[in-house]
Nanobody, 123 residues
Framework: VQLQASGGGLVLAGGSLRLSCASS????????MGWFRQAPGKEREFVAA????????YYADSVKGRFTISRDYGKSVVYLQMTNLQPEDTALYFC?????????????????WGQGTQVTVSS
């Protein structure tokens, strides 16, 4: 499975971005998928995940109510809609394919990773 993340950029605080993660190769439609982020000098942290069926979804407390994860099976794409972005959301964002159908919060539970897309939020 190859993952290509895109949609990152520079945005002012309070702004929005939508990240996309396109998968190719061996299908990932039966697997949960997630988004993680890593800021400089910090560990990679869980952001959001979605089960193989599209529901349920899980979010980190820090993004709950602001970010929405969804998936388009026809296009093999997972999205992360981010609203009301804050400077603390600045990080390199990664998408990943879970080892199974039920999403997890630990990076070790994910088998395939994309290359990351940078999100920078200025105040």
């Amino acid at each position: 499975v190859q993952l290509q993340a895109s949609g990152g950029g520079l945005v002012l605080a309070g702004g929005s971005l939508r990240l996309s993660c396109a998968s190719s190769g061996r299908t990932s439609s039966n697997n949960a998928m997630g988004w993680f982020r890593q800021a400089p000098g910090k560990e990679r942290e869980f952001v959001a995940a979605v089960s193989w069926s599209g529901s349920p979804t899980y979010y980190a407390d820090s993004v709950k109510g602001r970010f929405t994860i969804s998936r388009d099976y026809g296009k093999s794409v997972v999205y992360l809609q981010m609203t009301n972005l804050q400077p603390e959301d600045t990080a390199l964002y990664f998408c990943a394919v879970d080892r199974g159908a039920v999403p997890h919060r630990l990076p070790s539970e994910y088998r395939y990773w994309g290359q990351g897309t940078q999100v920078t939020v200025s105040s």
